[in-house]
T-cell receptor, first 114, second 114 residues
Framework: GNSVTQMEGPVTLSEEAFLTINCTYT??????LFWYVQYPGEGLQLLLK?????DKGSNKGFEATYRKETTSFHLEKGSVQVSDSAVYFC?????????????FGQGTTLQVKP | DAEITQSPRHKITETGRQVTLACHQT?????MFWYRQDLGHGLRLIHY???????NKGEVSDGYSVSRSNTEDLPLTLESAASSQTSVYFC?????????????FGQGTRLTVV
């Protein structure tokens, strides 16, 4: 079946540090891949996405590359800020489903200290 | 601006009571979803709808029901609330027809069953 696995958190970094949050997936065919972010007390919002192999999604300094050979979609940012503190979710939408159902990883909490 | 709103934001109820959580979207999206968020599990799909009068069970549908009488609303009903249903509930909507389309989330309802 389809599944998403994220690295365990919480992740605590100092401001301006480099961030990597690992995400691997299991799926048949060519799913679309997403990173959603949840700021404290809010709902999820799309951070970035990639819809085919080797695509790179990017937004607000965050990047992730769709790697089919390693079934991965790791999230990276070169220099984190305190305002990046949030919960990050990796998710996939199966190719066979054209109706937007999402399968989520367990989420990774990021805390950035000044 | 289009949006998706959930109500109430917080709810405390007693075991065995029927509870209904509201979700209203003004995106005019055909697809609507209910997820629950639990620590260590990420978000899991409860029920979803592809349009008026259409409802489908998700991964964790036992004890929940939905109805879709119009495009804008997908209320979630807990038939007889149980402590295991204490969770944060998120409603989402998306455009029909493409697995790469993003989902838009409400701000969530925190439900406590005592």
């Amino acid at each position: 079946g389809n599944s998403v696995t994220q690295m365990e958190g919480p992740v605590t970094l100092s401001e301006e540090a480099f961030l990597t949050i690992n995400c691997t997936y299991t799926a048949t065919g060519y799913p679309s891949l997403f990173w959603y972010v949840q700021y404290p007390g809010e709902g999820l919002q799309l951070l970035l996405k990639a819809t085919k192999a080797d695509d790179k999604g990017s937004n607000k300094g965050f990047e992730a590359t769709y790697r089919k050979e390693t079934t991965s979609f790791h999230l990276e940012k070169g220099s984190v800020q305190v305002s990046d503190s949030a919960v990050y979710f990796c998710a996939l939408s199966p190719f066979s489903s054209n109706t937007g159902k999402l399968i989520f990883g367990q989420g990774t909490t990021l805390q950035v200290k000044p | 601006d289009a949006e998706i709103t959930q109500s109430p934001r917080h709810k405390i109820t007693e075991t065995g009571r029927q509870v209904t959580l509201a979700c209203h979207q003004t995106w005019n999206h055909n697809n609507m979803f209910w997820y629950r968020q639990d620590l260590g599990h990420g978000l899991r799909l409860i029920h979803y709808s592809y349009g008026v009068q259409d409802t489908n069970k998700g991964e964790v549908s036992d004890g929940y029901s939905v109805s879709r009488s119009n495009t804008e609303d997908l209320p979630l009903t807990l038939e007889s609330a149980a402590s295991s249903q204490t969770s944060v509930y998120f409603c989402a909507s998306s455009v029909q027809g493409a697995h790469q389309n993003e989902a838009f989330f409400g701000q969530g309802t925190r439900l406590t069953v005592v």
